[in-house]
Nanobody, 128 residues
Framework: VQLQASGGGLVQAGGSLRLSCAAPIRTFSSVAMGWFRQAPGKEREFVASISASAGSSYYADSVKGRFTVSRDNAKNTVYLQMNSLKPEDTASYYC??????????????????????WGQGTLVTVSS
């Protein structure tokens, strides 16, 4: 399954961007979804995740209070609203679907091991 992420771009510090991820998954409404990011020279890291029903969400400490993850199960799409962006948020952002046995909290706790499918990255560059 190929997830399609979009919405990245160049933004000044303090600005906002909204990422979208279209997920052509037949069971989309039954799987947790997440966002990860990878900065140049660094390992991929967890950013945010949301449960299948959107009842629970989890965030990395570095983005809490600034980023919001949401989903529209009718459109098979997950979003990441990013506000108050900082230069250290510069990275390629990847959406991911969780394996059926894992939930949103697992995506936070065990990151990549919980992932079933990855999307291609969308680059976010925050200038100072």
């Amino acid at each position: 399954v190929q997830l399609q992420a979009s919405g990245g771009g160049l933004v000044q510090a303090g600005g906002s961007l909204r990422l979208s991820c279209a997920a052509p998954i037949r069971t989309f409404s039954s799987v947790a979804m997440g966002w990860f990011r990878q900065a140049p020279g660094k390992e991929r890291e967890f950013v945010a995740s949301i449960s299948a029903s959107a009842g629970s969400s989890y965030y990395a400490d570095s983005v809490k209070g600034r980023f919001t993850v949401s989903r529209d199960n009718a459109k098979n799409t997950v979003y990441l609203q990013m506000n108050s962006l900082k230069p250290e948020d510069t990275a390629s952002y990847y959406c991911a679907s969780a394996r059926s046995q894992y939930g949103a909290q697992h995506m936070s706790d065990i990151a990549g091991r919980s992932v079933s499918s990855w999307g291609q990255g969308t680059l976010v560059t925050v200038s100072s």
